[in-house]
């Protein structure tokens, strides 16, 4: 059986900027990746927005706020060392009532504590900026970007495997056993030991943690995010990023405007209740997922608390016109012809038995490993600060 110092399971960007780093702080140790998927980034890395978040929403102090603020300046370093474009185009987050002004004054105080450069402009200024665009005021977050997460997924994999580190692709695990002396993980077809294991499964997170042994209180609940995309003819429609003040009950940001690396724009996503952990057509159904959450009594408590948002969620689901009020808030201009169809991405959020979202990224230790529990958005932005956290905590 294959020994190796460091094992990685899942090849997103957590784990492979985990692999990544490990390989920098030992170099020549043994470190193999295993990943279910035959390529690296199929999940949430692979279907996301694309943002490099400046970190200006998370309660201060927290890992998000830490963490992604360090992961801004990393993933653009990253990407200018290794020819990565990216686009520090700026965001604007746009208030349109007189409530929103007030939770988005509330949003410039926190990115203050935050240590996040932001500026306060009127709507007047708002409208010079992005002329398709109307609000009452805004904050203006000139250091977000945009990016690929994929091509920095696929950059980190090539790294770790010019390191001597090894990447398993289409290896599901399917066991893990801790002892003293090692950790055994072992995939339908082979099995391998490690000194040290991280976890970074993403939509997985629970079940790989549970057949760890771990006794987790928390479940992953996939919520899908539904974009659309603006036609060739709305090219230039926004210049930056343009997003809603957030809810701060909701670990969700809000249906945005997302100009892509590759050019398009993109519309969304939403945060519909997925009945599927990895099936991204809209109706997907996974009989297993579908069985676990309904005999969670935390998914049921969510549900409950959050009633009103989950059935006008359904709407714009199932709705064009529902869906496009929402833009119209800021972006009148926009008809049901803008939106066409785009992939949609599916969130991991860790939820509680006591129906607690857990908003801040979660990582449970024992002897021999770490498991990253809750690694929700921005941890594409935040993933080489949590690689060297984890790697850190690996010694
Ligand atoms: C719609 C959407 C929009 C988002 N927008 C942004 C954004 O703009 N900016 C940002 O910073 N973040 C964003 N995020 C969040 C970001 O994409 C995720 O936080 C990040 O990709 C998490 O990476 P990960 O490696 O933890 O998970 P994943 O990318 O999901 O990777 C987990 C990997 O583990 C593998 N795995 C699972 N089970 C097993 C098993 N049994 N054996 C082997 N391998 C296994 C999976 O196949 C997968 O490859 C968004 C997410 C979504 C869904």
């Not at 939770?103 to 203050?112: F, K, P, S």
């Not at 899908?224 to 230039?236: D, Q, T, V």
């Not at 009148?332 to 801040?360: S, Y």
Request: glycine fraction near 8%.
């Amino acid at each position: 059986m294959a020994r190796y110092r460091f094992c990685v399971i899942g090849a997103g960007i957590v784990g492979l900027a985990t692999a990544h780093r490990l390989l920098c702080e030992h170099p020549g140790a043994s470190v193999v990746v295993v990943e279910a998927e035959n390529d690296v980034a199929v999940h949430q890395t692979g279907h996301n927005s694309g943002v490099i978040h400046s970190g200006i929403y998370y309660e201060p102090g927290s890992l998000k706020a830490t963490l992604c603020r360090a992961g801004e300046r990393a993933t653009k370093e990253f990407c200018a060392e290794h020819h990565i474009p990216f686009d520090e185009c700026g965001k604007l987050i746009v208030a349109t009532d007189t409530a929103e002004v007030a939770r988005m004054d509330a949003l410039a105080e926190r990115a203050v504590i935050n240590g996040i450069e932001c500026r306060r402009v009127s709507g007047a200024e708002l409208a010079e900026m992005e002329p398709h665009v109307t609000g009452l005021a805004a904050l203006h977050l000139p250091r977000t970007g945009i990016v690929d997460y994929r091509r920095v997924a696929a950059t980190l994999a090539r790294l770790i495997l010019d390191a001597g580190g090894e990447l398993r692709t289409g290896q599901r695990v399917v066991a893990i056993q801790e002892s003293t002396a090692e950790v055994t993980v072992r995939t339908a077809s082979a099995a391998v030991t490690c000194e040290r294991l991280v976890v970074c499964a993403g939509l997985q997170a629970d079940r790989l943690a549970r057949l760890a042994g771990l006794d987790v209180d928390v479940q992953i609940v996939p919520f899908r995010g539904e974009y659309f995309r603006l036609p060739p003819s709305r090219a230039g429609f926004v210049r930056r990023l343009i997003y809603p003040v957030p809810d701060p009950a909701l670990p969700f940001l809000g249906v945005h405007l997302s100009p892509t690396i590759a050019g398009d724009i993109t519309v969304g996503p939403s945060a519909v209740l997925g009945l599927a952990r990895q099936g991204y057509p809209k109706l997907s159904v996974n009989l297993r997922d579908v069985a676990s959450m309904a005999a969670f009594p935390g998914l049921w408590r969510v549900a409950a608390a959050n009633a009103t948002l989950g059935l006008k969620e359904i709407g714009n689901s199932m709705f064009k016109g529902r869906y496009l009020r929402e833009c119209r808030r800021y972006a009148p201009e926009l008809t049901k012809a803008d939106l066409l169809a785009h992939p949609a991405g599916i969130r991991a959020q860790a939820v509680r038995r006591d129906g607690t979202l857990l908003h801040d990224f979660v990582i449970e230790r024992t002897d021999r490993m770490i498991h990253v529990l809750n690694s929700p958005s921005p941890a594409a932005t935040a993933a080489l600060p949590i690689g060297r956290h984890i790697a850190a905590l690996s010694e």
